[in-house]
């Protein structure tokens, strides 16, 4: 909040922005994401089968499995830290300049924290030192009475 706005909606249409941007670019990032994990979840299977392989050769194998285990576990966890910054500084918007604007970022907020629960793909390895498949939905400050979505989704790796 750092940045110079002459009113408090560019404030808000400014954050809204960026969890809008954060939403569009989930579904293109799992879907490569979780085909990716699905064909690491037959290299793995299908090491045990291939004869001739040098250690080397298994090795490499092991290693691009895990890297991309990581990179998937890695931006699930930076979308989540991402969520919960992003929940922070509309509250202290809300605080600082109230307006009904900000019911439009909260229902943005709500619909990125229940794509990042639905979209789940991994709970190891768990690089965030949460709970796998957390994600924090606080209470609607604004609309106290609000059902609150479901926090976290069963994860499931989709094969097809």
Not at 131 to 155: D, E, H, T, W
Request: hydrophobic residues 40%; aromatic residues 4%; positive net charge.
């Amino acid at each position: 909040m750092t940045t110079a706005y002459r009113s408090s909606t560019a404030r808000y249409s400014k954050l809204n922005e960026d969890i809008r941007n954060d939403i569009t670019r989930m579904d293109p990032f799992f879907g490569v994401a979780r085909r990716v994990l699905d064909m690491d979840d037959k290299r793995g299977k299908s090491l045990s089968y291939v004869g001739g392989l040098s250690p080397r050769e298994q090795n490499n194998a092991i290693a691009r499995i895990a890297e991309n285990a990581l990179i998937v576990a890695w931006v699930q966890c930076s979308l989540s830290q991402r969520s919960a910054s992003y929940r922070y500084t509309l509250e202290h918007l809300v605080i600082s300049t109230p307006t009904p604007v900000a019911l439009d970022v909260e229902r943005s907020l709500t619909l990125m924290q229940t794509s990042i629960a639905n979209k789940h793909l991994l709970d190891e390895p768990n690089v965030c030192g949460e709970a796998p498949g957390a994600v924090s939905i606080a209470p609607n400050p604004l609309a106290p009475n609000a059902i609150a979505p479901m926090a976290a989704v069963p994860p499931t790796i989709v094969s097809k």
